[in-house]
């Protein structure tokens, strides 16, 4: 038997004030585009914003629906807008903030399960890493330099 060491890095920003500028503008529009979720049942709403390699912003929230699985996060959302509008472009950032209407949110919120395997299907096609920042309402910014810290052994379409 052997044992496998898995270590993740992620960096810890103490507030937005202390990411970089281009950063601190994609956290912003992830968090005005927070408030256009719709979640009358969870009560809690999350933003994403997605800078692509051609300079565009792809912008995404929560969208939930009665029957459950029907809904997508707001990470989804984006991805999928951003690979149906520019197809050929590169995610090369990805914000996302998180906030609840009954509960203040001041820890950083990061992609659910799903959400990280869409990211990493994204990282693998194109082929370079997605700088992730996730945050609460408020509070500390954790930034993930590539998805395979938030989602080792991952299953990509070698694995088929």
Same mark, same amino acid.
């Given at each position: 038997? #052997?044992?496998?060491?898995?270590?993740?890095? *992620?960096?810890?920003?103490?507030?937005?004030?202390?990411?970089? @500028?281009?950063?601190?503008? &994609?956290?912003?529009?992830?968090?005005?585009? !927070?408030?256009?979720? +719709?979640?009358? +049942?969870?009560?809690? !709403?999350?933003?994403?914003?997605?800078?692509? =390699?051609?300079?565009? *912003?792809?912008?995404?929230?929560?969208?939930?629906?009665?029957? +459950?699985?029907?809904? &997508? /996060?707001?990470? !989804?959302?984006?991805?999928?807008?951003?690979?149906? *509008?520019?197809?050929?472009? #590169?995610?090369? #950032? &990805?914000? *996302?903030?998180?906030?609840? =209407?009954?509960?203040?949110?001041?820890?950083?919120?990061?992609? /659910?399960?799903?959400? !990280?395997?869409?990211?990493?299907?994204?990282?693998?096609?194109? =082929?370079?890493?997605?700088?992730?920042?996730?945050?609460?309402?408020? @509070?500390?910014? +954790?930034?993930?330099? $590539?998805?395979?810290?938030?989602?080792? &052994? $991952?299953? =990509?379409?070698?694995?088929?």
């Amino acid at each position: 038997m #052997k044992e496998i060491n898995i270590n993740t890095t *992620i960096s810890v920003f103490n507030g937005i004030n202390e990411l970089p @500028g281009e950063i601190q503008t &994609l956290m912003n529009q992830a968090i005005e585009t !927070r408030k256009n979720a +719709y979640a009358p +049942y969870s009560h809690f !709403r999350v933003g994403a914003a997605i800078l692509l =390699d051609n300079g565009k *912003i792809v912008l995404g929230s929560n969208q939930e629906n009665a029957a +459950y699985p029907s809904g &997508l /996060c707001a990470e !989804r959302v984006a991805i999928f807008q951003a690979g149906a *509008i520019y197809p050929n472009a #590169k995610i090369v #950032k &990805l914000a *996302i903030t998180a906030a609840s =209407d009954t509960n203040p949110t001041l820890s950083p919120i990061p992609p /659910c399960g799903a959400c !990280r395997q869409s990211i990493a299907e994204y990282e693998f096609r194109q =082929d370079t890493p997605i700088e992730i920042y996730f945050m609460g309402e408020t @509070g500390e910014v +954790y930034k993930s330099n $590539s998805i395979n810290n938030l989602l080792p &052994l $991952s299953f =990509d379409k070698t694995s088929l």
